[in-house]
């Protein structure tokens, strides 16, 4: 189930809701969005509030530390998505 649900701050997702608000609210400005996540955790929340959405106009991208046994456990590939991109980073 870890692969499917946000495990740690992304359950409520400041950063995902923003970008679709800027999508729905201001289209005429706004036509794509970039989420750029760079921490040491895989942001596997947002990426599932992202990848949820179907849509070509939002790119996620992370950027953390991926270790054998580190939290969450997700993101431990390099992925190279036209909307997806996980990077893990050894220690």
């Known amino acids: 189930i870890k692969d ?3 495990q740690g701050f992304c359950l409520l997702n400041n950063v995902a809701i923003a970008a679709k ?15 750029i996540d760079w921490d040491l955790h895989h ?4 990426e599932e509030i ?3 959405w ?3 106009n939002v790119l ?3 950027l953390h530390g991926a270790e054998q046994f580190f ?5 431990t590939a390099l992925q190279l998505d036209p909307t ?6 050894a220690r």
């Open 60 to 62: 996620y991208a992370s």
């Open 50 to 52: 992202v990848r949820s």
């Open 21 to 35: 608000y800027a999508l729905l609210q201001h289209a005429a400005a706004v036509r794509r969005v970039a989420i």
């Open 54 to 56: 179907g849509c070509d």
């Open 84 to 89: 997806l991109v996980n990077v893990p980073l």
């Open 71 to 75: 939290y969450p456990e997700t993101g």
């Open 43 to 46: 942001g596997n929340g947002t």
């Open 4 to 6: 499917r649900c946000g």
